[in-house]
């Protein structure tokens, strides 16, 4: 299993422009989160999906943050307009979720997101 | 909201002495604590879970205890070697019908050769 994969891996952009980052998850696990991590913040949940559907996005800061998740094998996360104080580390992560039993999330190995 | 706390941020060892890292959590329904060790410039990945229903869990030389009376548990890493030098997260789980992970601020481990 290749694990969770995240494209693109490092992304600078100029503020006000959109960005969007990718997440494939692990194929059989059917919950998808959204981390965000910062020096200042720590590692913080945007989003996440249980079964293609948002649970909990009460993580998204802004209006200008979507997340959208299509089928059980992507996701995307939008920033428009992007601002410098965007810039982090941003980490997909899968599980499965099974009952009320739960399991290890796997990380995927993050973008860089730098905003100028 | 639910929070975890984490103590102490940075941490510095000896290699051979052992490291501990406490976490509270506030959330009495919580009922899984998995703990992430993250390099630097990589992701965090698991190297110890516990449930609720047990009260201390090893392997090798990493374990975890759980006080769930008092919302408590911990990291205790003996004979420290220099690849144990991370950050090192701790997380709880939300009670209820979620699978969503509250995590505490981290620890800066290193270990000193």
């Known amino acids: 299993d290749a694990g969770v994969i995240q494209s693109p891996r490092h992304e600078v952009t100029e503020m006000g422009q959109e960005v969007t980052l990718r997440c494939k998850p692990i194929?059989?696990?059917?919950?998808l989160f959204w981390y965000r991590q910062t020096m200042m913040r720590g590692l913080e949940l945007l989003i996440y999906?249980?079964?293609?559907?948002?649970?909990?996005d009460s993580g998204m800061p802004e209006d200008r943050f979507s997340a959208k998740m299509p089928n059980a094998s992507f996701s995307t996360l939008k920033i428009q307009p992007s601002e410098p104080r965007d810039s982090a580390v941003y980490f997909c992560?899968?599980?499965?979720?099974?009952?009320?039993?739960?399991?290890?999330?796997?990380f995927g190995p993050g973008t860089r997101l730098t905003v100028t | 909201g639910e929070n975890v706390e984490q103590h102490p941020s940075t941490l510095s060892v000896q290699e051979g002495d052992s490291a501990v890292i406490k976490c509270t959590y506030s959330d009495s329904a919580s009922n899984y604590f998995p703990w992430y060790k993250q390099e630097l410039g990589k992701r965090p990945q698991l190297i110890i879970d516990i449930r609720s229903n047990v009260g201390e869990k090893k392997d090798q030389r990493i374990a975890v205890t759980l006080n769930k009376t008092a919302k408590h548990f911990s990291l205790h890493i003996t004979e420290t070697q220099p690849e144990d030098s991370a950050v090192y997260f701790c997380?709880?789980?939300?009670?209820?019908?979620?699978?969503?992970?509250?995590f505490g601020t981290g620890t800066l481990l290193a270990v000193q050769p």
């Open positions: 992560a899968s599980s499965l979720m099974a009952g009320l039993a739960e399991y290890e999330q796997y």
């Open positions: 997380a709880a789980s939300l009670g209820g019908a979620t699978n969503k992970l509250i």
């Open positions: 194929s059989g696990h059917n919950s």
């Open positions: 999906f249980n079964n293609n559907v948002p649970i909990d």
